[in-house]
Nanobody
Framework: QLQASGGGLVQAGGSLRLSCAASGSILGINDMAWYRQAPGKQRDLVASITGGGRTNYADSVKGRFTISRDNAKKTVYLQMISLKPEDTAVYYC??????????????WGQGTQVTVSS
């Protein structure tokens, strides 16, 4: 399973760091990512990182958000700076994981609320 943490309430211009750790029977992790979903909107990709460390960002967060991972800790992070009210959403972590036998599955975290006040 994936456990996300680090959300909260912050003023515009502030910073937050999200974390998402994999646990349980997960033996290996390939791609990891953060998505977000604002009220009444679809879930959108914010940032992703491959097993090799290649990153990709939504245009709206480039230069403000940084995704990283610690493979030893099976954890993905999202450092967010210069936050804007439009960044307000529930943030979900994602990972493609294997529990062995060559089978890979999509795992989702439970979501963590980020609220940016103006």
């Amino acid at each position: 399973q994936l456990q996300a943490s680090g959300g909260g309430l912050v003023q515009a211009g502030g910073s937050l760091r999200l974390s998402c750790a994999a646990s349980g029977s997960i033996l290996g992790i390939n791609d990891m990512a953060w998505y977000r979903q604002a009220p009444g909107k679809q879930r959108d990709l914010v940032a992703s990182i491959t097993g090799g460390g290649r990153t990709n960002y939504a245009d709206s967060v480039k230069g403000r958000f940084t995704i990283s991972r610690d493979n030893a800790k099976k954890t993905v992070y999202l450092q967010m700076i210069s936050l804007k009210p439009e960044d307000t959403a529930v943030y979900y972590c994602y990972a493609k994981c294997t529990t062995g036998r060559g089978l890979w599955y999509d795992y989702w975290g439970q979501g963590t609320q980020v609220t940016v006040s103006s």
